[in-house]
Nanobody, 123 residues
Framework: QVQLVESGGGLVQAGGSLRLSCAAS????????MGWFRQAPGKEREFVAAVTWNTGFTDYADSVKGRFIISRDNAKNTVYLQMNSLQPEDTAVYRC????????????????WGQGTQVTVSS
């Protein structure tokens, strides 16, 4: 199994920044890519960004391109999500997840999930 623990959420004003972290432990060798998803009240879970452990290839949802940056530190088994120019519509619970395959935009591709961290952006 892979255990994932997120941190870094909180309350920020519109235009501000936050950095989320996701620390992975356990059978991390089985993980091909790490993704961030978010879910706001009454809305479906939404893909935010993903990064592959091996090459560092990244992918982003259109809604966050140019504002969010995903990165990974292989030595620490940790993935980060730098969120800049935050807007109220970015308010959601953010969860990181591990995928064992090169298919990272769908929640069903992921087999391990963190517990989530709340991000609230005030206007």
């Amino acid at each position: 199994q892979v255990q994932l623990v997120e941190s870094g959420g909180g309350l920020v004003q519109a235009g501000g920044s936050l950095r989320l972290s996701c620390a992975a432990s356990g059978r991390t060798f089985s993980s091909y890519a790490m993704g961030w998803f978010r879910q706001a009240p009454g809305k479906e879970r939404e893909f935010v960004a993903a990064v592959t452990w091996n090459t560092g290839f990244t992918d982003y949802a259109d809604s966050v391109k140019g504002r969010f940056i995903i990165s990974r530190d292989n030595a620490k088994n940790t993935v980060y999500l730098q969120m800049n120019s935050l807007q109220p519509e970015d308010t959601a619970v953010y969860r990181c997840a591990s995928s064992p395959r090169p298919d990272w935009s769908r929640p069903s591709a992921y087999d391990y999930w963190g517990q989530g961290t709340q991000v609230t952006v005030s206007s």
